[in-house]
């Protein structure tokens, strides 16, 4: 499924409701699958319920939770293992202070041009 979506340019979202109820063995191939779609790159995405609904409030009330964890953990690894020259590279998009922020300006804040730079933007797009 995860490949024909790529390859049809689209995506897959899996609602699992009362995942409490997965049996040890049927959670391990999950989080399998899970894992090799991950390595695979697909476009595939999970949610799991348990016996909540989620409505808006709930989610205005969890999201600067998950973005503090994504901040401590997901990107702060990516960071810590950058080179100095790609944490350069990523300071400068932040310093756009605007969506999308084009190569052209993270050159400008780099002070160098756009040839220059595209190596580090090919790394961190792909990730390093």
């Not at 999970?46 to 989620?54: P, Q, T, V, Y």
């Not at 990516?78 to 052209?104: N, Q, S, W």
Request: glycine fraction near 4%.
């Amino acid at each position: 499924m995860g490949s024909l979506a790529k390859n049809s340019e689209n995506s897959v979202c899996l609602f699992i409701d009362e995942i409490q109820y997965l049996k040890d063995d049927e959670f391990e191939a999950l989080i399998t699958a899970i894992h090799r779609v991950n390595q695979k790159g697909l476009p595939v995405t999970l949610f799991a319920i348990k016996n909540k609904n989620i409505d808006i409030t709930s989610v205005q009330e969890a999201y600067p939770v998950f973005e503090k964890s994504l901040d401590d953990s997901f990107f702060k690894v990516r960071y810590d293992r950058a080179a100095p020259k790609e944490k350069e590279f990523m300071l400068a998009m932040v310093a756009c202070g605007e969506v999308p922020c084009t190569i052209a300006q993270v050159a400008n804040k780099m002070n160098t041009n756009m040839k220059s730079i595209s190596p580090l933007r090919v790394i961190l797009h792909f990730g390093f």
